[in-house]
């Protein structure tokens, strides 16, 4: 084997006591080697290291800040006794400390899930609330950097992130208090020492906790914390009791008594190395949306709603002929989840993987995680443009570029560079963070007998037990004052919005209702000014027409507002709902497809039922999503994601 000369390597005493590992493959019948430096050791030279495993060609080294060797590749069991024999009780020529050889366990991966906190402030603060935002560190190094949560003192996260771990890592959460002005403020940290998991069933269960805040700083290595916009010098506050005197008048701040933080811990299983490619494309690939476009052929006739506003640009679905193309008809298949799922945190957080990045003359900005070689045969890519990011499956070859070429024509042309630092890592996971929606908002107007134009129907301040019961279906009937949840704008201080409203969960998502009839009406508020400050700002409008008449229908056109797309006409008949939906030009249909008319009605009707509640809200959510799609919201988001990968690139060119 040849040794590479190196000039000497200087090491020296880590501030923390701890150990560094690299991330090993766990190959059958390969057990990794991890060579550690157990004192402070000088002018070890690189040959000398490597002529301890002098019969095994492949053998790789590695340092870590200076703090450990780690050797990786094709060291098996028989062997590893041989060599442990040699090097335990070694000491290297001309230096002062010693090296041993240990067996080193196998990564982990663990899901860390900040939902929210909760301070107390001591007594005599001069602000009463804080701006807090969390930096997560996995053994001192900065892995994760959470929102900032404005004026508040029960922040709301909802974080999810993936990392590897090893026997013994320590989990840091550092909370502070961000300053637009002055320095940031350190708050409190909670710390947790974690183990790898058994392969019992019970070691993947998810751990939920609340951690208590320690008010002071551990050690050196946490004063310097980086804020989430920009950096800046923190600012560390003596801790005041509750009981003791107050904070000092000069300082214009708040200080933390006590708090928690709520956590919510996942081992997560590995996957097995014999990974079916086809099955993991399955999972993993970009999936076609259905393409569905409006019949323009069907003519419509007793509808809850006037159908003369298709002359201004109103699609109308009142059935499958409505619509060109395919799709189900019970919603159980169409809720994209790959539209809510962190396909970077689950498959490239954490792990050692490559970024490619480069300027396409029509795409713009590009930037790319490409996974490592691996025994399955295939590597995942995500390709993010400005307009979308693309999840591809490519054969694994060492002409990474080519492959993605071919998986992507439209590549073709863009001159890719590459960069595999792990500090590119945190400012993905929050690029893909920001994409996803996981909260939606939904307008309720009440229609009755007689009322066709919105101005009527926004005066209604009652409820009917027939639209009683479609609430309850949509969701729960809340509280607003001092909700902790997603509030879509809605009041939780002092009831300025009403008092209730109605809030559910859907595959992951939070949704929030603004109906008409909870919100405020004043007498003299002859506009509905308040009302329509909410609704009027909902992409999806559902109007639940109390009687099926036709004489009486909804007049859309009375809908002024830009942001209004999509109109959901829901009426109680007998023991079910009619529904008819609406939308402008520009938005093309939503699976799932409503059925075909019923017999008696012409139109579709639904039983009462859990099902009408998976389907109404699966067709709630992808109205939206097609909504957004329309070029008055489309091109505001383009040039967003556009301004951020051009940051992205900027980045990953100084790594």
């Not at 992507?408 to 996971?429: A, C, E, Q, V, W």
Request: with cysteine.
């Amino acid at each position: 084997m040849m040794c590479m000369k190196m000039a000497p390597l200087e090491f020296i005493t880590p501030v923390l006591k701890r150990t560094t590992h690299c991330n090993l493959p766990n190959k059958a019948g390969m057990t990794p080697l991890m060579i550690v430096v157990a004192k402070p050791i000088s002018a070890v030279s690189l040959g000398v290291v490597t002529t301890l495993l002098d019969y095994h060609a492949d053998s790789m080294l590695k340092t870590d800040a200076g703090t450990a060797f780690s050797l990786a590749e094709k060291v098996g069991n028989d062997q590893l006794l041989e060599v442990m024999k040699m090097v335990k009780p070694l000491k290297l020529a001309g230096a002062r400390g010693t090296v041993r050889a240990s067996k080193c366990s196998a990564p982990s991966r663990i899901r860390v899930q900040v939902l929210e906190g909760t301070l107390e402030l001591a007594v005599g603060c001069v602000n009463q609330t804080v701006d807090p935002y969390c930096v997560v560190k996995l053994d001192d190094k900065q892995v994760a950097t959470l929102e900032v949560c404005q004026k508040t003192l029960n922040p709301e996260w909802n974080s999810n992130h993936t990392f590897y771990i090893h026997e013994n890592s320590r989990l840091q959460i550092e909370l502070w208090d961000y300053n637009l002005i002055r320095s940031n403020t350190f708050l409190g940290h909670a710390s947790l020492l974690l183990t790898l998991p058994t392969d019992t069933d019970d070691s993947f269960a998810p751990i939920d906790q609340w951690l208590p805040l320690s008010l002071a700083l551990p050690s050196v290595s946490f004063i310097a914390a980086t804020n989430p916009v920009t950096t800046q010098p923190t600012q560390v506050l003596p801790n005041f009791s509750s009981e003791g005197p107050a904070p000092p008048a000069a300082l214009a701040t708040a200080v933390v008594h006590s708090g928690k933080l709520h956590v919510v811990l996942t081992y997560l299983k590995e996957e097995t190395q014999e990974v079916n490619a086809e099955e993991a494309i399955k999972d993993f690939e970009s999936k076609p949306r259905p393409r569905l476009e409006w019949h323009q052929e069907v003519s419509y006739s007793g509808l809850p709603v006037n159908t003369s506003v298709t002359e201004v640009g109103f699609h109308f679905e009142v059935g499958p002929n409505s619509v060109r193309g395919t799709a189900s008809l019970d919603g159980r298949n169409d809720f994209d989840v790959h539209q809510t799922t962190a396909f970077f945190n689950q498959y490239f957080l954490g792990r050692d993987h490559t970024t490619l990045y480069g300027e396409h003359a029509t795409l713009g900005p590009v930037v790319i995680s490409l996974e490592d070689v691996n025994n399955t045969g295939f590597r995942r890519a995500l390709v993010r443009t400005k307009k979308e990011t693309i999840r591809v499956v490519i054969t694994a070859t060492k002409n990474e570029a080519a492959a993605l070429r071919v998986a992507l024509p439209l590549l073709s042309g863009t001159k890719l560079n590459s960069t595999r630092s792990n500090k590119m890592h945190d400012t993905l996971s929050q690029f893909e963070t920001r994409q996803l929606v996981t909260r939606y908002k939904f307008g309720v107007v009440y229609a009755k007998k007689g009322q066709s134009d919105e101005q009527t129907m926004l005066a209604n301040d009652d409820v009917s037990p027939d639209l009683q019961e479609f609430l309850s279906l949509l969701g729960d009937k809340v509280p607003l004052l001092s909700w902790k949840k997603y509030a879509a704008g809605l009041d939780t201080i002092s009831d300025a919005t009403g008092t209730h409203s109605i809030y559910t969960t859907f595959q992951g998502i939070e949704i929030m209702f603004h109906v008409s009839c909870f919100l405020p009406n004043q007498a003299v508020d002859v506009q509905k000014v308040e009302r329509k400050r909410h609704i009027g700002n909902d992409i999806v409008v559902v109007i639940f027409k109390e009687v099926a008449d036709a004489q009486d229908a909804i007049d859309l056109s009375s809908f002024v507002s830009h942001f209004n797309h999509a109109f959901i006409v829901v009426t109680p008949v007998g023991n079910s709902f009619q529904v008819v939906s609406a939308y402008k030009a520009g938005v093309n249909p939503t699976p799932p497809l409503l059925p075909p008319p019923d017999k008696t009605t012409n139109l579709p009707l639904f039983s009462r039922d859990a099902n009408f509640r998976q389907f109404f809200l699966t067709k709630l959510i992808n109205a939206e999503r097609s909504a957004m799609e329309v070029a008055d919201f489309r091109a505001p988001h383009v040039q967003t994601r556009k301004a951020m990968l051009a940051s992205i690139i900027k980045e990953c060119s100084q790594k």
